[in-house]
C-alpha cells in the first residue's frame, strides 16, 4: 500500500488494531474491532472517526455569497454567521458533481466540505467558474478531520473545553475553539444518524485530539470506529454516498435530497431548469428502501427487476447492524418506487424477492 | 491464528477434514473469517448436489463484502449445516467445529494429497 495517500493519524490504527484498506487511493482503517460492535457503539455511546481525507475549501472575498449561490442548489443567502448546510453541486442536466457542507465563517468567507474521492474534481469545476471577487482556496491538506458520534459525544466532548457545547445547536459550529489546547473548529453535524461532533483542526494537532478524545472516551465507551461502521450507519439513516447514491448520472431529486435544492431562490444556478422541473413533476426514478423477502443480501449494482421488466439497481445493501434484517437503498423508476411494491433482486445467479419499505431505516429518538 | 494440524488446507482458505469412508467435512479458515469481519450470511448447496474443485459451491457475506467459497475437492454433497442459516456468526466464533458447512463424498481421494498442511497453509497466510 506503499502508493496510496495517508492522513496524520495513519501510524495511530495499528496501536488500535486497525485493518487498513485501499479506499479510494487513501490508506484508511475499515475497522478496529468489528463493525457490528462500532456500529453498535455510535448507536448507544460513542465512535471516534478518522475523516481527515475529506476535502476542504476557502471560498471568500466580496462576491463569495453570490459564487456559491450559483454553484451549490441550497440558498447560502439564509445561513447566518456560524451555521451549517448541507447541499449539493450539480451539472447543467441536473446529475451531480458532489454533496457537500458548507460553512459560514463571515459574509465574505466560506467553508466547503467535499468528499475525498472529489476534491481535484470539484476543485476544478469551482475553479472554471470562478467570477471576479472571489479566491478559492483548496486547504485539504492542512486540515484534519475529526468525528464523534454518538449519545456520549457531548459528554466526552465536553471534558476538553470551557465551551458550554449544549448550546451549540443541530448545523452550528464554533470556530477557534479551545481542546484542551487544541485549536478547532467544532461543528454539530455527522454521518450517521446520532448525535455528535465534526471536529476540524491543524493536521499538526489531530494526532493529540485524537489521543485525548480516546483517552476521555473510555468510560464512556467510547471506541475507534471504521469505514465500514461509517458505511453501515449512514446506510441505516438513509445518508446518501457519493458515487452510490448520488453519481454525474443521479439527480439529487432522484436521490431524495431535495430538501438541499431551492429551486424557488432567487438566484440561477446550475442545473436549476431540470431540477424545478423535477422537483414539479416528479422525477423519473426514486431512491427508496427495500427489504429482502427471500434470503439473500443486496448489494450495489445489482439490478432490480419487475417481472421481465428491468426497473432499476441497488445503491447500497447490506445486513443491518441495528435491525439485523437485509436492507438495500435501490433507485427504482417511479412507477415501481411505491410502499409495498414487490420487486425481484437479482443477486448473481438467483432472483429473489424483495419489498418497498421506507427509508431511513432508522432514525434516533431526538 | 489458529491452524489445527489434524486438517488440510486450500488456497482459498478452506479447511478438510477426512472423515470416515470417502467423506470429508469443509469449512472456512480462522484466517478468513478474521479478514471477513463480521459473516451475517452464508449460502450454501443442497444436499445432493455436485461440488468440482476450485468451482464456486456457495458464498459467505460479510457486512461489507460477498466472497464466494470456492470447493478445495470434487464430490457429491451429502450434508449442510443447517444452523449457519440462523446463526451466520458462528463462522467467526467457531470457524473449525461448530461453522464446519458441508459434507461431502468425495470422487478422487488423489485430490486430498494435493491440498495444503497447517505448516504450509500458515506459510501461506503469512505471505499474504
Known sequence: MGDLKQTPLFNVYSEHGGKVIDFGGWALPVQFSRIGEEHEAVRSKAGLFDVSHMGEFEVTGEQAEAFLQYMLTNDVTKLKVGGAQYTVMCYENGGTVDDLLVYKQGDNHFLLVVNASNIDKDFDWLQSHLTEGVTLRNISDETAQLALQGPKAEVILQKLTDLDLSTLSFFTFKENVDLRGVKALVSRTGYTGEDGFELYCHRDDVVQLWNMLIEEGKEEGLLPCGLGARDTLRFEAKLALYGQELTKDITPIEAGIGFAVKTDKEADFIGKDVLKQQKEEGAPRKLVGIEMIDKGIPRSHYQVYQGEALIGEVTTGTQSPTLKKNLGLALLNKEHATLGTEVDVHIRQKVLKAVVVKAPFYKRNA | ?128
Not at chain 2, 478438510?16 to 449460502?43: M, S, W
Not at chain 2, 456457495?58 to 464466494?68: D, F, I, P, R
Open chain 2, 1 to 128: 491464528m489458529n491452524f489445527p494440524k489434524d486438517l488440510r488446507y486450500s488456497e482459498e482458505h478452506e479447511w478438510v477434514k477426512v472423515e470416515e469412508g470417502n467423506t470429508v467435512r469443509i469449512g472456512i479458515t480462522d484466517f478468513a473469517q478474521d479478514e471477513l469481519g463480521d459473516i451475517v450470511f452464508v449460502e450454501l448447496p443442497e444436499v445432493g448436489d455436485d461440488i468440482s474443485a476450485d468451482e464456486p459451491f456457495g458464498s459467505v457475506e460479510s457486512v461489507k463484502t460477498v466472497s464466494e467459497l470456492y470447493a478445495p475437492i470434487s464430490g457429491k454433497v451429502v450434508a449442510i449445516n443447517e444452523d449457519l442459516d440462523d446463526s451466520p456468526e458462528l463462522v467467526n466464533e467457531s470457524a473449525y467445529e461448530k461453522a464446519w458447512m458441508i459434507v461431502v463424498e468425495v470422487s478422487d481421494t488423489a485430490e486430498i494429497d494435493k491440498l495444503m498442511t497447517a505448516e504450509q497453509y500458515e506459510e501461506m497466510t503469512k505471505e499474504d
